[in-house]
């Protein structure tokens, strides 16, 4: 019942641009803080940005400048556009909703999308 599905990653040239989408569906998407991350081979999962419920964006120093956070509640979707990409922002990249509540945290994940930056 619970889905995050992202889309729109795939390969792009240094200094390029993509949007990445995340479809919410089986939950309440207003009542939750939306973010992004990154991982990977071998590393541990890295946060990239965040919207919270009252709208303030927040983003990782290393993204900072060159992408942006944004949701539209009308129609259940995260979005990520990355501009200026590099080759190290090559990683899967995963959607996240999350709330925190007294006694418990509701916390999910969608399946990823491949973001692979190279000339």
């Known amino acids: 019942q619970v889905q995050l599905v992202e889309s729109g990653g795939g390969l792009v040239q240094p200094g390029g641009s993509l949007r990445l989408s995340c479809a919410a569906s089986?939950?309440?998407?207003?009542?939750?803080?939306m973010s992004w991350y990154r991982q990977t081979p071998g590393k541990e999962r890295e946060w990239v940005a965040a919207i919270i419920l009252g709208g303030r964006p927040n983003y990782a120093d290393s993204v900072k400048g060159r992408f942006t956070i944004s949701r539209d509640s009308a129609k259940n979707t995260v979005y990520l556009q990355m501009n200026s990409l590099k080759p190290e922002d090559t990683a899967v990249y995963y959607c996240?909703?999350?709330?925190?509540?007294?006694?418990?945290?509701?916390?999910?994940w969608g399946q990823g999308t491949q973001v692979t930056v190279s000339s």
């Open positions: 996240n909703a999350r709330r925190n509540l007294v006694g418990v945290l509701l916390d999910y």
């Open positions: 089986g939950f309440t998407f207003s009542s939750y803080s």
